[in-house]
Each structure stands twice: as structure tokens, then as C-alpha cells.
């Protein structure tokens, strides 16, 4: 049995728009084998119930597929491919992926569409993880970046609306 050196707390919170009663932004969060652990949001487009819908399809394909026994990366084109493919229904949903491997303490983004995210470490330094990906199916290839992440550290993902509604950026 791997010896787990990196532990995760997480905390997560839903809201909808005022003018809406549901929120077209969804998310799971799931420990895949022992040793990693996931965290997606997904955004569909539009607002209300479509948009649900279209976030909700798209992480219901992630938690299938992530109980197979590939690399994340792996997981990502398949997805990406199926939505490329389909192209001619123009349905868009914008998608978050972070896996975490708790042994080595590597943090890999996949990030489709999605707001950047933000590493704080003990220090009060940030790193800025930016989306370079247009969302689900709009291109071909879909490609991640990994980092290495420290003890102590605190990974913030967000959809659009929660940094589009401040002011400070900072």
C-alpha cells in the first residue's frame, strides 16, 4: 500500500445568479484509486436549466470515465474527442479539471473554457494558473499543466461568475 504524504481538506459552495433559481454550474470532487484525488467544475453555457444540463452531462462523463484505470490526460481527450465530434449541436460547457496526486504532490490543471486558479502557499504567494483552452469540443487537443504543490497550500477554483462579479482583482 503507497504511503499517502499529501492530505486534502476541500470546501465548496453553489449559487445561482438573483434573477436565476438554478445555477448552471456544477462540480464532483472524488478521490480516484487511493492516490489521487479530483476536483472538476463545470460551466454549461447559457443560464438556468440548459445550462445545468449541459454541466451536469459533462461531469456525469467524468465520473464514468474516471473509474476506469487511466491518467487523467487520458480521460480529458477521450471527453474532448466526444464533444469534438458532435459538433453540429453548438452546446458548450466550459470545464475545470484538477487532479491531485497525493504521493508526490504534483497538481495537474486541465482547464477548457474556465476561469484561472489561484495557489496560495504558507507565505501569502500566489500562483496564477491560467486557462489557454477554449471550452469542451471547440479544439482538438486539449492540454494540462502540472505543478508541484507544498504542504500547506491552498488551491481556489472558481466558474466566471464568481471573479467577474469583483471589482479587485487583487
Sequence with gaps: VPKI????????????SSENNISGD????????NT??????????????????L?????????????????????????NTFYYIQDYIEKYSTLDYLEVDKLNGKASFYKLGASSSYIFNKN?????????SLPFGLEEIVEGVSVDINDGDMIIMA????????????
Design 5 to 16: 504524504n499529501y492530505k486534502i481538506d476541500y470546501g465548496f459552495c453553489n449559487l445561482s
Design 26 to 33: 456544477n462540480y464532483i470532487i472524488k478521490d480516484i484509486n
Design 36 to 53: 489521487k484525488s479530483i476536483a472538476v467544475i463545470s460551466d454549461g453555457m447559457g443560464k438556468g436549466y440548459e445550462a445545468n444540463s
Design 55 to 79: 454541466s451536469s452531462k459533462t461531469l456525469e462523463f467524468i465520473d464514468k470515465i474516471t473509474s476506469s484505470q487511466m491518467e487523467s490526460s487520458t480521460y480529458i481527450q477521450i471527453i
Design 124 to 132: 501569502g504567494k500566489c500562483r496564477i494558473v491560467e486557462n489557454r
Design 159 to 170: 466558474s466566471d461568475g464568481m471573479f467577474d462579479s469583483s471589482s479587485n482583482k487583487e
